[in-house]
């Protein structure tokens, strides 16, 4: 049997759907774990870069700070992780791992979202007797929001595909139905593991992307 065949055959097989081990739960496993680190990675990137994007200081070295971080490989972040007292913590170190690995697009898009807003229509709206908070939330903030909107899209995708890596801390996810099938020398469930995290990445990829184009104009790039 090919391996095509032996992937499809696998995928739908019904047994390999049910139970704990099973595609479902494993795929919840997945969807929860990349939802859970991009809401931290946003509660800690988006705040921090829209300040910095406002007041025009500091921006530029927390965003180069922030990007070493793209060349350090987030599997070997996981392994110095599990090496220290933040090992012990379950799940702690497959998320401190992941945030890491999103924050850079989150605060560079954010940052420069905000930096690229017109400077002639934040120095209207000061004008207007706005304080520097009204200037951020209601004239510098939605303006910037394409771009905010795409850093989370590019970090949501990213996340999915390498979320796969809890399972080589214990965790969950899609990443231990490859990691089973590498165990057991089965091809066909490592490919289908690989296919599913692919299929779970486009269809993040597009959500974001109906989101976008179904949503408000000001939420679309071409309303800047």
Not at 5 to 30: F, K, Q, S, V, Y
Not at 118 to 143: H, N
Not at 171 to 189: C, E, V
Request: charged share 10%; glycine share 12%.
């Amino acid at each position: 049997m090919t391996t095509p065949a032996g992937t499809w055959n696998w995928l739908t097989d019904p047994a390999h759907w049910a139970g704990e081990d099973g595609i479902a739960h494993r795929l919840l496993e997945h969807v929860v774990l990349t939802a859970v680190c991009l809401a931290v990675a946003c509660l800690i990137a988006l705040p921090v870069a829209l300040v910095l994007g406002h007041l025009g200081r500091g921006g530029a070295l927390a965003v180069n700070i922030s990007n070493v971080g793209r060349a350090v490989p987030t599997f070997a972040v996981l392994v110095l992780l599990l090496l220290t007292p933040v090992g012990r913590w379950g799940e702690g170190p497959t998320v401190v791992a992941l945030v890491l690995f999103a924050l850079p697009p989150l605060l560079t898009n954010a940052y420069v979202g905000v930096r690229e807003v017109d400077r002639d229509t934040v120095r209207a709206a000061r004008g207007t007797g706005m304080s520097g908070r009204q200037v951020l939330l209601q004239v510098e903030l939605p303006l910037a929001l394409p771009m905010i909107l795409t850093g989370v899209r590019t970090a949501a995708v990213q996340l999915v595909a390498t979320a796969t890596i809890a399972a080589l801390a214990g965790g969950g996810g899609l990443g231990r139905i490859i990691t089973a099938g590498f165990n057991l020398a089965s091809t066909p469930q490592v490919v289908a593991g690989a296919v599913l995290v692919a299929a779970l990445a486009l269809l993040v990829e597009g959500v974001f992307a109906a989101a976008e184009r179904l949503g408000p104009p000001w939420t679309r790039g071409g309303a800047r």
